[in-house]
């Protein structure tokens, strides 16, 4: 078995949305890309070549625009959809039927942040999806990280800090396909799931932004999406 070791910067226990009204089929609050702004813009870029259909093209980065603000704004909106998806099967991921983080037999997951809690520590994927969606949530909400106004500049860490984003945003579409694939085809949301899913990667995968053997839970699937495209 591969055990994986989280360490993050920051950890903050609240309320989970997940605990409330389901039929908004959220886990967190969705987060925002202030309308009017240059980001926003490019959100509506990537929505509209998405509507094309090739997924290939439409993540690649648009002439002339910033790799680390395309990167900021693809990033938030993989949030947003991975916060929708995961919404959907909160009621079966839980601390009875998921009493630990894994994506399958072979992969196990373990969450720390480096100050409060130091040693990483086992938990159920329902905690351990709620601590990664929390601190996921801290740095999109951070100014200094993830700027949102014209004419500030992304950090030097920024790259860093957007690869450990997407790479435990991948654990989650991991859990989902491993632990849940049967409740997402009852939901009838296994079309949406593979379609976020397959852009996700597609996107990872043309700016080399997660290590392939962070993907090896999903290598079959990943290949398979790929190989429609060539």
């Known amino acids: 078995m591969c055990i994986h070791n989280d360490q993050?910067?920051?950890?903050?226990?609240?309320?989970?949305?997940?605990?409330?009204?389901?039929?908004?089929?959220?886990?967190?609050?969705?987060?925002?890309?202030?309308?009017?702004?240059?980001?926003?813009?490019?959100?509506?870029?990537?929505?509209?070549?998405?509507?094309?259909?090739?997924?290939?093209q439409a993540v690649m980065l648009p002439e002339g625009e910033d790799l680390n603000e395309w990167i900021a704004v693809n990033t938030v909106d993989f949030f947003n959809q991975i916060n929708m998806l995961y919404g959907t099967i909160t009621e079966f991921c839980t601390e009875i039927s998921c009493s630990v983080m894994s994506a399958g037999p072979r992969y196990e997951y373990h969450w720390a942040d480096g100050t409060n809690i130091k040693k990483p520590i086992k938990c159920s994927a329902p905690k351990y999806i709620d601590y990664l969606m929390t601190w996921v949530q801290d740095q999109l909400d951070d100014e200094t990280l993830f700027p949102s106004k014209i004419g500030v500049p992304f950090p030097k860490n920024f790259m860093s800090v957007a690869k450990t984003i997407l790479k435990r945003l991948f654990r989650v579409y991991a859990h989902i396909y491993h632990q849940h694939f049967d409740s997402v085809m009852q939901l009838q949301e296994e079309a949406h799931l593979n379609t976020s899913f397959k852009h996700f990667i597609f996107f990872v995968q043309e700016f080399n932004l997660i290590d392939r053997r962070e993907l090896a839970p999903l290598q079959d699937l990943i290949e398979k999406l790929g190989s429609k495209d060539r």
Do not use: C, D, M
Not at 8 to 35: C, D, H, Y
């Open 8 to 56: 993050a910067l920051q950890l903050k226990v609240w309320s989970s949305a997940s605990s409330g009204n389901r039929s908004s089929k959220t886990f967190k609050p969705k987060k925002n890309i202030p309308e009017g702004s240059h980001q926003y813009e490019l959100l509506k870029h990537a929505e509209a070549t998405l509507g094309s259909g090739n997924l290939r």
